[in-house]
């Protein structure tokens, strides 16, 4: 046989190959956009008299056979939301209510509000769980045989580093796969009261230790209390919201965890000039760590007073229970009942689609998917390696380094907080206008840029007041660029990346990732902070920033205001494609938007909307209603 025939014969292996790999890509893709076109209309299709009948069927078979008139209504609302002036079954009372939820959507039942106010403070708690320790570290490390500027400082800075990462340690390997048997078992205000109690619990315990040893079991424990807290709460919130606010409520999270970490600073103030009594050593710092189990008593105390998540009442059969809680989170009977028959249609929906389904391989298994998972690893990652928790763990020790007096620390540190707080209110409105990848891109130079600031400040002779108030300024800086971006980004791109038939198991995972790298950055700061000093240790930071803005550019595409169809398009894309477009599109964009020099527009990378037919828009948050 020939040469050429021999080639040629190749070039058709190789070209099939390909063809069958696209096709296999293809199939995957589609398979995805199936299941979530089922997942987001179920109801779509079904005939007007036929869907009536349903839903007093359902009504009668789930004990609701009282309702079954709103039943039916509620059918036909819940098959399209936006249609209800045109639906002839309808009162003008019923339209009236429907029209008030959209022009007047924080117009709602105040136990709504109570239960938003109730997961605020479990998100400020979380805050306060990891701030504390920041002013603990000056007295509790010396008292316990672990100064960090004298002996073997080596030794000392990293047990002084093993004893703040505990939580976070638990949180990464153990505590935040427990969410789900947790919720299984005891549902959203059982698990929310539980890890309440071990938070308050060991804040306590913290405040009675007598040794580092004991400090680290103390601290081990209380991951058990934030990990599957800080994954639980933003889907109780999500599950009970309207969907008009539903977003919104997810973004409370991270805002209110910012006001926790301000209000530590504050608790570390506090506490600063308590005296010791008689028998007793280092009773500011542990009245410190002890602080942040009263909003979780608090917490503990009212939890149980919420309705119940009507989504996980259904899951067990208790639809009687699941309406009650409904009809207490909204104005009237058809919007609760429209909202149950809803989520019950989305159950079986759900349940048909993961028979014979492991959704833990899919998320990997599926390049749709497993883009997806890429991404949100990627800003959960980042989220820690950009070094913000350096900074909101360390901070007292970064200033005392800095030639503040340990008084004058805890005040710079609060100040970090007080910044940190009030830098998220932007992102509210700039996450779905500015968008959650231009943000990220962005910022991340930012950040930097003020790490390198804040690092060679300490270049500055410590007699000199300038480098006081240059370490300050860039720490602060860092703050103001982190809080709109990097803080509220990566829980919300989370939530809305991956697929709804494997969401949960998809945020399971990206939380366990950021808690992980979270237990890496307060494990290794300290010795990080002593090998390389604050210089080394600053621009270490500044050097991920960089490749941060980078991994962003090339793996991390937009979801801002897409629909779940337009996100299917977006991670269909081949991350090689996606890449090497972003590498064209960087230089471009620099010439267009710094410069401002005229240039051609680049062909666009997915699919247009147009092609995609109606807009089925991702539910905005975790717990998909």
């Known amino acids: 046989m020939s040469e050429e025939k021999l080639a040629d014969e190749k070039k058709e292996r190789e070209s099939a190959s390909v063809s069958e790999v696209g096709h296999k890509e293809v199939k995957h893709i589609d398979n995805v956009r199936d299941i979530n076109a089922k997942l ?30 709103i039943f039916r209504k509620a059918a036909l609302v819940a098959q399209d939301p936006t249609s209800f002036e ?4 309808l009162d003008e009372e019923d339209r009236i209510v429907l029209r008030r939820e959209v022009t007047h959507r924080w117009h709602q039942p105040w136990e709504l509000y109570y239960l938003v106010i109730l997961c605020s403070l479990a998100a400020a708690v979380q805050g306060m769980d990891e701030s504390v320790i920041n002013g603990a570290n000056l007295f509790f490390a010396p008292q316990f045989g672990i100064p960090q500027d004298s002996g073997n400082t080596g030794r000392n800075q990293w047990l002084l580093g093993l004893v703040n990462s505990a939580p976070y340690l638990c949180c990464g390997v153990i505590s935040c796969w427990l969410t789900a048997p947790l919720n299984n078992y005891f549902g959203r205000r059982g698990t929310i009261f539980i890890t309440a109690f071990v938070s308050f619990a060991t804040c306590i ?30 889907v109780y919130a999500a599950e009970c919201a309207p969907a008009v606010i539903r977003g919104a409520l997810v973004m409370m999270w991270q805002m209110w965890t910012a006001f926790g970490i301000m209000l530590g600073n504050v608790m570390d103030l506090a506490f600063y000039n308590v005296k010791d009594p008689k028998h007793i050593t280092g009773l500011n710092w542990r009245l410190m760590l002890a602080s942040a189990g009263i909003p979780a008593l608090i917490i503990m105390s009212q939890v149980l007073f919420c309705p119940e998540s009507p989504r996980w009442l259904m899951s067990k059969g208790r639809y009687d229970q699941a309406f009650a809680s409904l009809r207490r989170l909204r104005h009237s009977d058809l919007q609760a009942a429209r909202d149950l028959y809803y989520i019950h249609t989305l159950l079986e929906t759900e349940k048909g689609i993961s028979e014979g389904r492991n959704r833990f391989i899919e998320l990997f298994t599926v390049p749709r998917n497993r883009r997806a998972a890429l991404a949100s690893g990627i800003v959960m990652f980042m989220q820690q390696f950009c070094g913000v928790n350096a900074i909101a763990y360390y901070s007292s020790n970064i200033f005392t380094a800095a030639n503040f007096t340990n008084i004058q620390a ?36 930012l950040m930097a840029l ?31 660029a982190y809080s709109p971006g990097e803080g509220p980004v990566p829980f919300t791109y989370s939530a809305e990346a991956y697929p709804l038939y494997v969401r949960d198991i998809g945020m399971s995972l990206s939380t366990s990732i950021l808690w992980f790298f979270n237990f890496v950055v307060a494990f290794t700061f300290p010795r ?40 299917d398009s977006v991670f269909s894309v081949p991350t090689h494609v ?5 590498m064209k599109a960087l230089p471009h964009n620099i010439k267009k938007y710094i410069f401002r020099m005229k240039v051609e527009d680049l062909p666009p990378l997915y699919e247009h909307e147009g092609a995609i037919g109606e807009k089925t828009y991702a539910p905005g948050g975790t717990g998909h209603a």
């Open 450 to 480: 003020f790490l390198l600031m804040t690092g060679f400040a300490f270049w500055i002779p410590e007699t000199s007041q300038a480098r006081i108030a240059v370490v300050a300024l860039g720490i602060y800086l860092f703050g103001m």
């Open 410 to 445: 805890l005040l710079a540190s609060w100040g970090f907080g007080m910044i940190n707080w009030l830098f998220a209110f932007p992102a509210v409105y700039t996450i779905d206008t500015f968008g959650r990848r231009n943000l990220l891109l962005t910022t991340f130079p």
């Open 40 to 69: 987001a209309n179920p109801l779509s299709g079904i005939p007007k008299d036929q869907l009536m009948d349903d839903g007093a069927a359902f009504a009668k078979e789930r004990n609701l056979g009282h309702l079954q008139d």
């Open 205 to 234: 315990w913290q405040g009675v230790t007598n040794s580092w040893q004991h400090l680290f079991v103390a601290r081990f424990i209380l991951g058990f209390g934030i990990g599957p807290k800080s994954t639980t709460v933003p």
């Open 86 to 89: 045109s639906i002839e079954d």
């Open 578 to 582: 996606h890449a090497a477009y972003q």
């Open 528 to 567: 990080l902070l002593g090998a390389f000093k604050p210089q080394g240790a600053f621009g270490w930071y500044a050097g991920w920033n960089v490749i941060g803005f980078f991994i962003i550019l090339l793996f991390v595409p937009e979801t801002k205001a897409l629909s779940l169809e337009e996100l």
